[in-house]
């Protein structure tokens, strides 16, 4: 957690650890108004858009990692639902405009050394027309062989685009779960879909 120093709510000082049955928690406690402060980890949604046998790639045009490319994606807003999140950031990236219900629960899984769970979901159009949205500089559909590799934004998770171009070439599409540490990832397949 981000090292507060004073309660956002009352401005107290001095907030500790809180303490429940005698074990400290993860999270905050201001002993002036009484108020809990959590640090969750963030969620992130993302959608993995084929066309034929390829896949949807943005060019960042922010930081962190501008210039790079990545699967449409972005952090889960307030009242939103999962998949409702993934076409948003998808609309708002690549302006390729999917209904929420859709697209298909396709990936999950925890980032632990970024404090970040994520969902992925799939789905697919028939014709690939795009428009890089504020946040990209360009969009395009590229095949395993055309993807972008050596500019990736974020290479920790290449092994899960991986699977996502082996689930297209196969036109089976499995649920996946992953979890990802400093030092492992771990990909395990925990249904099918057809």
């Not at 858009?49 to 922010?62: E, F, G, H, P, S």
Request: glycine fraction near 6%; include cysteine.
């Amino acid at each position: 957690m981000t090292q507060l120093n004073f309660c956002p709510d009352c401005g107290g000082a001095l907030l500790q650890f809180h303490v429940v049955a005698g074990e400290p928690r993860n999270h905050r406690y201001c002993e002036s108004c009484h108020t809990r402060h959590y640090d969750h980890p963030r969620i992130v949604v993302t959608a993995f858009i084929a066309y034929q046998k390829k896949l949807l790639w943005v060019q960042r045009d922010l930081q962190p990692q501008r210039d790079l490319w990545a699967i449409p994606g972005g952090f889960l807003e307030n009242n939103e639902t999962l998949a409702e999140g993934a076409a948003r950031e998808l609309r708002e990236e690549s302006g390729v405009d999917i209904p929420a219900q859709q697209l298909q629960l396709y990936m999950t899984g925890t980032i632990t050394f970024i404090n970040q769970v994520y969902v992925a979901f799939r789905g697919s159009v028939t014709r690939p027309d795009f428009i890089p949205g504020v946040e990209s500089q360009a969009c395009g559909f590229f095949s395993r062989d055309e993807c972008p590799w050596d500019a990736v934004a974020y290479p920790q998770v290449n092994d899960s685009i991986i699977q996502a171009y082996d689930d297209l070439d196969r036109g089976r599409f499995e649920v996946w779960q992953a979890e990802m540490t400093e030092n492992r990832y771990q990909l395990q397949c925990v249904s099918t879909r057809r």
